[in-house]
């Protein structure tokens, strides 16, 4: 199930709430219970993983390396 978070604009509480995604957004809010609750915009939290997926390097490398100040902190010299 996807958390979402929601805010009220009246008392300025902020939630996460766990719900389906068939349910209705809530619209009261728990502290004030005024009709002052909505979703908030947040970001995606997922990590593609698996073959094709490049996360921590290109797929093509650069064709030539900057020199390194030393060669301890060059991350080529390990290749």
Do not use: H, R
Not at 22 to 40: H, I, V
Not at 46 to 62: E, R, S, V
């Amino acid at each position: 199930m996807p958390i979402y978070a929601y805010a009220c604009s009246d008392c300025g509480l902020q939630k996460d709430v766990m719900q389906k995604m068939s349910d209705e957004p809530l619209s009261t809010c728990p502290e004030c219970a005024k009709e002052t609750f909505s979703k908030q915009l947040t970001a995606p939290g997922f990590q593609l993983k698996g073959n094709g997926y490049y996360a921590t390097d290109f797929k093509n490398k650069p064709a030539s390396c900057a020199p390194c100040p030393s060669a301890s902190s060059c991350p080529s010299a390990s290749e």
